[in-house]
């Protein structure tokens, strides 16, 4: 036999040998840390299953899990729990058992065989939901759904027509019949009963929907995704508190600036301290945040130069930099939609995005600031964007830092997503009125170049050494345009309290206002519509204020 041919049979036999046992069904498609998982899969040669355990292993992104196995019409239903997280600590330490948030693969192979990117996939099969969530309910114009009324409804009676889909296996059974037990008397009640009258074609989110909402006991809330499942269509869904914030988080290295400064940021922009407008046009700024317009309560604690290091404030930021930006004032609105820890509650965002696209079809431009970021593909979220968008609105958003994914070495087999940013492909081909903006932080205003991009890899030079500290992972989209990420900024300070020194910000947070406020001089110049990205740049993938007036060089 010729080399080229016994190369040929051992590369083949090397390729079955880590070929990935195919997976007929996945059961709940999401799930909860602590939650129970079944996929079912064939029948295997040369493997024996038993309830005590498979020579097999689930993978999910990066993490191995080992599953319990049972016959079940004729397949094999492999079970078993993803761990629970650990609890808060701070500063906040990646939980490295527990599988990225978000949308992730599920590959199923031999216990001796480990994952590498050939034997992954590329299908994103399992939504992996934030830990603690709630639930809502929603009841949209004459729709009942499951909400027959505005009155409480129990969570058992979703059980009442019998368990849905095909059969389980006897673990999962067991499970549905406690979770049933579980839920009994636990009512959802109203969370948001729009006050709008005029209703939009087709009905609508902000003017025509009745959505109720309870925080899950501790007993239940790791199986709410077979809750989600147990409901029909998307009448139970993940909430109320699924948004996080991406403040900087990960550490602050060598981001040391002489003086305090944020020269190199503003020159690299185009920005100049005077601005020409002949305010053709009003136009209002909606920021959605941690800020109320008077206080901010948000801290952070972090590292800075390898030091402690607490990031306070975080809408209060946001607005100096769209100030700094455009400073002939705009009208400016707030909705304080997220806590002093980072958790954004979903109802007050809809609430701000709503109040947006009214403002929009009766006074004007209008331009909504979204310094936020949620792994998990939030339809009522989505559906508030979109109408945002169909309204005019101009929606601008953090596309997320990279201390949003987990810290692995293996990382590439996970997945990062960041939503509303991670929308802006799909929301662009839907003709809306306005715009949807995800903004990255580049390096241009930083002495000492940092990465903060979402799935890039991030490392630390000590003693001449290069060590890896943020490995790259896959997403979905890119930015539609990056902006400086680094700042000195005056953090927020009580009425009777001397102004504080200026503090370092950092992320893609801070990068987003940039553009809000260069959308605002867009309109206050004159401009109609909202600018395609290419609009907003010179000659790279930087934010230029210098396109505004050709003057590009």
Avoid at 186 to 205: E, H, R, T
């Amino acid at each position: 036999m010729n080399r080229a041919l016994t190369a040929f049979l051992i590369a083949l036999l090397l390729s079955v040998a880590h070929a990935a046992v195919p997976v007929r069904t996945i059961f709940p498609t999401q799930v909860a840390p602590g939650g129970l998982l079944e996929i079912t899969i064939p029948p295997q040669q040369d493997m024996v299953c038993r309830s005590s355990g498979t020579p097999l292993r689930v993978w999910i992104g990066s993490r191995p899990y080992a599953p319990a196995c049972a016959l079940l019409d004729g397949d094999w239903a492999l079970t078993f729990r993803l761990p629970k997280p650990q609890p808060e600590r701070s500063p906040p330490v990646p939980d490295l058992r527990l599988p990225q948030e978000g949308l992730q693969d599920v590959v199923v192979l031999p216990s001796s065989q480990h994952l590498t990117v050939s034997n992954g996939t590329t299908e994103r099969k399992l939504a992996i939901l934030p830990p603690g969530a709630g639930v809502l309910a929603i009841r949209n114009g004459k729709k009942m759904g499951l909400l027959p009324s505005s009155e409480p409804i129990n969570l058992s009676r979703l059980f009442a027509p019998g368990i849905r889909g095909r059969n389980h296996s006897a673990a999962m059974s067991d499970q549905l019949r406690r979770l049933e037990r579980g839920l009994r008397g636990i009512d959802l009640k109203p969370v948001y009963q729009p006050s709008a009258v005029k209703v939009l074609p087709g009905g609508s989110l902000c003017e025509d929907t009745v959505i109720q909402g309870v925080q899950l006991p501790a007993e239940v809330r790791a199986d709410l995704g077979i809750l989600i499942e147990q409901a029909y269509g998307d009448s139970i869904i993940v909430a109320p508190d699924t948004a996080k914030q991406p403040p900087g988080g990960q550490d602050g290295q060598m981001l040391r600036r002489a003086g305090g400064t944020n020269d190199l940021a503003w020159k690299s922009i185009g920005l100049t301290s005077v601005m020409t407008s002949q305010r053709v046009s009003s136009v209002t700024v909606s920021i959605i945040d941690t800020f109320d317009g008077q206080t901010d309560a948000f801290a952070h604690q972090t590292q800075l130069d390898g030091q402690p290091y607490t990031m306070r404030g975080h809408g209060a930021l946001i607005d100096q930099l769209i100030r700094t930006v455009a400073p002939t004032a705009p009208l400016f609105t707030y909705t304080p939609a997220c806590d002093a820890k980072g958790t954004c509650h979903i109802v007050r965002i809809i609430e701000g995005l709503c109040q947006a696209a009214a403002e929009a079809r009766s006074q004007g431009q209008v331009i909504v600031n979204l310094s936020f970021a949620t792994p998990y593909d939030h339809p009522l979220l989505k559906r508030a964007v979109g109408e945002a968008l169909q309204a005019g609105v101009a929606v601008v958003t953090a596309y997320g830092n990279s201390d949003r994914c987990a810290l692995r070495p293996s990382s590439l087999l996970d997945y990062c997503n960041a939503y509303p940013a991670d929308w802006t492909t799909t929301m662009d081909t839907k003709g809306y009125r306005g715009r949807l903006y995800a903004v990255g932080a580049s390096e241009q205003g930083n002495a000492t170049p940092q990465s903060f991009q979402r799935g890039e890899p991030r490392w630390t030079r000590e003693s001449g050494r290069a060590t890896v500290t943020q490995y790259q992972m896959s997403v979905a989209t890119q930015p539609t345009l990056l902006a400086p990420g680094f700042f000195w900024l005056t953090p927020p300070h009580g009425a009777t309290q001397q102004a504080p020194a200026p503090a370092a910000y950092w992320g893609t947070s801070f990068s987003a206002p940039l553009v809000t406020g260069a959308l605002v001089r867009w309109v206050q110049a004159g401009k109609s519509g909202w600018p395609k990205p290419a609009q907003l740049k010179c000659n790279d993938a930087r934010l230029d204020l210098r396109r505004f007036t050709d003057s590009c060089t």
